[in-house]
C-alpha cells in the first residue's frame, strides 16, 4: 500500500490512476530490477544490456517479453535517449533543455501524438510529465517511506510502460 508521509498531507488520488514503485538510480547497466505495483507485484522487468557501444535498458513485462528499448544517443549536443517499441520504431525521444534556471526541464516527442513536457525536480523524483494541459504522470518520493525509492503515478489511458521507460531514461540521464 502507498502512503504519503506526514497524514495529513495526503491528496486525492485521480480515479483509475495507477502507481509503481521504482528504485532511485534505477539501475546500473548490466543489472536488472522490478518495478512493481502499488501492490507490491512484479509489474515490469528493467533488463540493463551490458557491452554495448550505448547505454540501453531493456523494458519487460511480467512474462520477460521486450515492451521498449532505452539507448543513449551518442555525439548530441543536448542530453538526449530514444525509445524504441520492441517491433521496431522510436515511440519517444527525450531531451534535456540547455538552459532551465527554475527547475529541470525536458521535452519528450512522441512520433504520433502530442510532445510531451517534464518539470520538476528531477535530482529528488518530485516531477510531473504533462501533454500540453493533461497530466500524464507525477513522480514523487513522498508516497513511500522506504529509502531510495520514489512512485510514479501514471494517469488513465497512458501507457504505463512507456511512461515508466521515459521515468527510467529521465533518471539515467540526471544521474549519470
Same mark, same amino acid.
Given at each position: ?14 480515479? *483509475? ?22 501492490? *507490491? ?13 550505448? #547505454? ?5 513485462d511480467?512474462?520477460g ?35 532551465a /534556471? ?6 519528450v516527442?512522441? /512520433?504520433?501524438?502530442e510532445?510531451?513536457?517534464?518539470? *520538476? #525536480?528531477?535530482?529528488?523524483h ?20 522506504i ?7 501514471i494517469? /488513465? *489511458? ?10 527510467a ?8
Amino acid at each position: 500500500m502507498l502512503r504519503r508521509r506526514g497524514g495529513a498531507a495526503l491528496r486525492r488520488r485521480e480515479e *483509475g490512476a495507477h502507481r509503481y514503485r521504482m528504485r532511485e538510480k534505477i539501475i546500473a547497466f548490466g543489472d536488472d530490477y522490478w518495478i512493481e505495483d502499488e501492490a *507490491g507485484e512484479k509489474a515490469f522487468k528493467v533488463d540493463g544490456k551490458m557491452l554495448r557501444v550505448r #547505454n540501453t535498458l531493456v523494458i519487460q513485462d511480467r512474462g520477460g517479453q521486450d515492451l521498449y528499448k532505452i539507448q543513449e544517443r551518442m555525439l548530441r549536443i543536448k542530453d538526449t535517449m530514444e525509445i524504441e517499441r520492441a517491433e521496431g520504431g522510436t515511440a519517444a525521444t527525450i531531451k534535456k533543455a540547455l538552459i532551465a /534556471p527554475l527547475r529541470d526541464r525536458w521535452t519528450v516527442k512522441i /512520433p504520433e501524438g502530442e510532445d510531451w513536457s517534464v518539470q *520538476g #525536480n528531477i535530482l529528488d523524483h518530485e516531477y510531473r510529465i504533462d501533454a500540453g494541459r493533461e497530466r500524464v504522470a507525477e513522480v514523487s518520493k513522498k508516497w513511500f517511506r522506504i529509502r531510495d525509492t520514489y512512485g510514479v503515478e501514471i494517469a /488513465p *489511458g497512458h501507457d504505463a510502460a512507456l511512461v515508466l521507460a521515459i521515468t527510467a531514461a529521465i533518471d539515467q540521464m540526471a544521474h549519470d
